[in-house]
């Protein structure tokens, strides 16, 4: 008999979908809802898709089940080139802008396809990059493209083609860029391919941005026609992230039906013909500034809600000024202004942290800064600084203060795996195995740093060597609880980087 589903348990459902996956469904568009799982029903093992959405609704959901119904509830809609216009804007006004600033920019150039589909959009990039930028090859690109549905990642990874994908797109394209296969099929030239890196990340849970997957200190980020199925809060949060992800005066490019959702102090709206792109504003009020973290990090975590100075003045005032009358005395009044010592230096990490969590990059290094004038072997301080320097893209500056860590704690394994991140980015990728054999050496139960591993060996083609490392990170991360945030990871959580291995895996078997 069919079971008839209940108007509160479906309001549940689709509020999980929208809180974990960011897919809005209000109840004008429960019939789509209802669709995408009946088909997702027979993957779950359903028959009725009532009973099917009572399971999914009874507990959080679970990476493998996000997977399913993402390749379900997901739109796919994508094609090369997609709205010119905005790659006109890109290609005759921004690009020209960033390759002046080779320099500046220590000859590196960071693209973000966030929601990348079946590879389109990122592999449109890649051309454009190829044709328009001569010195291409004394560039350091990175084109990261990442999305939800596992499966466009897998057809991205394998770049071929139907003549659907190519609509209204000029004949130049398949001729130089794609090598014709039988059936109407066209596989994306090698060269091309190699030029980006897909990866799976959920924009409403997943970290970002990090140097840990990759996500920090880019010059431009696409998300186009990702957002309009977001909620008005995920949209902020998401955009507010992206600030941080961007490196100063970094691009923003949206869809054209996406544009009124940028109202945000964040970024400046700069009108190309007919293409709208946003620009990271460099400077924002403290006003705003203020509005816009109580969206991003509960209060209670902000250091503006408890300032040094007000903890400095919880000690009383006749506790500071009193003078020791007996030797003891003054022993415990050394001990004590050692403490206070302590908490204020502490204190004033902890602010930096902070700011390096809001993704306050400038007034993080200022705030290390001081702590390093107090402690100047501060290593803790060091490797915040390098991050804060990794995530505005200053890989020098980065590398040093990761590099006096590791002079003065020769033996520490984080110091090596950050150092290892840094060396990647600069594609230094040999030295970079070699930085993460030694932290493995010196802890051999370093998950993330076989995670690192296993992505190198991947990017460099070595299938088998990247699942033997990706195995033993899955390994390791057996011993954590699903939501542990993993040491050294910037707040990734073991289950998830755990299932993210698992999809990895099974793509590079594919
Ligand atoms: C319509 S396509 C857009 C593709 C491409 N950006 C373009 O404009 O042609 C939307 C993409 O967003 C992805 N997506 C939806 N929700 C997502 C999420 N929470 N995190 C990451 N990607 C998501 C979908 O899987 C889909 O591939």
């Known amino acids: 008999m069919k079971k008839k589903i209940s108007d509160d348990i479906l309001s549940k459902f689709s509020e999980m979908i929208s809180t974990q996956m960011g897919l809005y469904f209000p109840q004008e568009r429960y019939h789509d809802l209802m669709r995408g799982v009946s088909s997702a029903a027979k993957e779950f093992g359903f028959k009725n898709v009532e009973a099917c959405i009572e399971w999914l ?137 190699h030029m980006v890196k897909f990866s799976y990340l959920n924009l409403v849970e997943d970290t970002f941005p990090t140097l840990f997957n990759d996500t920090n200190a880019m010059n431009m980020i696409l998300c186009r026609n990702v957002l309009m199925y977001f909620t008005q809060k995920q949209i902020r949060k998401i955009i507010e992230r992206y600030y941080y992800t961007l490196l100063e005066s970094g691009w923003l490019v949206v869809g054209p039906s996406e544009t009124s959702n940028l109202f945000s102090p964040h970024y400046r709206t700069v009108n190309f013909p007919d293409a709208v792109l946003y620009q990271k504003n460099d400077v924002i009020s403290t006003t705003h500034f203020q509005e816009s973290v109580i969206n991003i990090v509960p209060e209670s975590d902000l250091f503006y809600t408890s300032p040094i100075k007000d903890k400095i003045s919880e000690i009383p005032l006749d506790d500071k000024e009193k003078e020791p009358e007996t030797e003891i005395d003054a022993i415990i009044e050394e001990e004590k202004e050692k403490a206070e010592e302590k908490e204020t230096e502490r ?96 802890d051999p139960n370093f998950a993330l740093a076989y995670f690192q591993l296993g992505n190198l060996t991947r990017q460099q083609g070595k299938l088998d060597e990247s699942k033997k490392y990706f195995n033993n990170a899955l390994i390791l991360l057996d011993d954590y609880k699903h939501d542990d945030i993993l040491p050294e990871s910037d707040g990734i959580v073991a289950g998830r980087l755990a299932e993210i291995i698992r999809l990895m895996n099974k793509e590079s078997l594919a």
């Open 57 to 193: 609704a009874s507990s959080p959901l679970k990476k493998e089940q996000i997977v399913i119904l993402a390749s379900h509830l997901t739109v796919g809609e994508t094609y090369f080139f997609r709205e010119p216009k905005v790659f006109e804007a890109l290609e005759n006004y921004i690009l020209p802008e960033i390759h002046l600033s080779k320099n500046e920019l220590e000859g590196r150039l960071r693209i973000w396809s966030a929601g990348c589909c079946t590879g389109e959009e990122p592999y449109s990039i890649a051309i454009m990059l190829k044709r328009v930028i001569p010195d291409l090859e004394d560039w350091q690109v990175t084109i990261l493209a990442t999305d939800i549905n596992p499966r466009f990642l897998q057809k991205a990874d394998e770049g071929v083609y139907r003549e659907w994908s190519f609509r209204g797109t000029p004949d130049w394209l398949k001729q130089n860029y794609f090598k014709k296969l039988d059936e109407g099929l066209y596989e994306i030239i090698p060269e091309i391919k």
């Open 347 to 442: 204190t004033l990490f902890e602010e930096a942290m902070t700011c390096y969590q809001l993704g306050y990059y400038d007034d993080t290094i200022d705030k290390v800064m001081d702590v390093l004038t107090e402690e100047k072997d501060n290593v803790n301080a060091m490797t915040l600084l390098a991050k804060a320097f990794a995530n505005q893209g200053k890989l020098v500056e980065a590398m040093e203060w990761c590099k006096r860590a590791i002079e003065i704690d020769k033996l520490n394994p984080k110091f090596y795996h950050l150092y290892a991140a840094i060396l990647e980015e600069q594609g230094h990728f040999d030295a970079a195995t070699q930085s993460l054999k030694k932290a493995l050496y010196m």
